[in-house]
């Protein structure tokens, strides 16, 4: 009986959606789709005590969504500017520190820890700052858009007299002694 139930309803609720205007089944067929994809989201973060670690439960979650989520129950600060559309699946119980490094391999986080009161002789998370994505394309155009390099000890500078040019040499050859070697050159007086 109750099947038929369920059928009789899911009849009704099928005939009455292709009785719709067709903008309006639209409308609803994207509600229940945004319904149906916020469900299927999961997150669980449970904090353990200096022995146990803490349980990370995440299923189809923004990265950025699960560190807040982290920084409320764990109380560090959180910096994000990677990126939002990032999202992972996770279900492991670790330390807190041990938690947020295995939380994605391709982004650049940088996790700062000090002494936790709370646990003596362990860390606790004091900042998380999850760096922004480096986009190969941007690399590339900075890499194409290169700057005047100026003239080597080996080129002539332009609009420089003799002296100038002579003086610019030897300053550029001394540079790239120091540079080199870390130490200035020997002069004639400690030359053997």
């Given at each position: 009986?109750?099947?038929s139930?369920?059928?009789?309803v899911a009849?009704?609720?099928?005939r009455?959606?292709l ?6 089944r ?15 989201q ?15 439960v995440?299923?189809?979650?923004a990265?950025?969504?699960?560190l807040?989520k ?24 670790r330390?807190?520190i ?8 391709q982004?650049?986080m940088?996790?700062?820890q000090g002494?936790d ?16 994505p480096?986009?190969p394309?941007?690399?590339r ?19 420089l ?14 540079d ?17």
């Amino acid at each position: 009986m109750a099947a038929s139930k369920v059928s009789s309803v899911a009849h009704r609720t099928i005939r009455f959606s292709l009785e719709m205007p067709p903008a309006t089944r639209r409308s609803a067929f994207l509600l229940m789709f945004v319904a149906i994809s916020a469900g299927a989201q999961q997150l669980q973060v449970t904090p353990g005590d200096c022995k146990t670690g803490t349980l990370l439960v995440a299923k189809q979650v923004a990265l950025s969504e699960v560190l807040r989520k982290l920084a409320q129950s764990l109380d560090f600060e959180l910096k994000f500017e990677g990126d939002p559309a990032r999202r992972i699946d996770a279900n492991m119980t670790r330390p807190p520190i041990e938690l947020v490094n295995a939380l994605s391999a391709q982004d650049s986080m940088i996790v700062t820890q000090g002494r936790d009161p709370k646990c003596p002789g362990q860390n606790r998370i004091v900042k998380v700052w999850v760096l922004p994505p480096t986009n190969p394309a941007t690399i590339r155009d900075a890499a194409a858009v290169r700057r005047p390099v100026p003239p080597t000890v080996g080129q002539a500078a332009p609009g420089l007299t003799p002296k100038e040019e002579k003086e610019r040499r030897d300053k550029m050859a001394y540079d790239e002694y120091v540079g080199t070697h870390g130490v200035p050159p020997p002069t004639d007086e400690q030359s053997p």
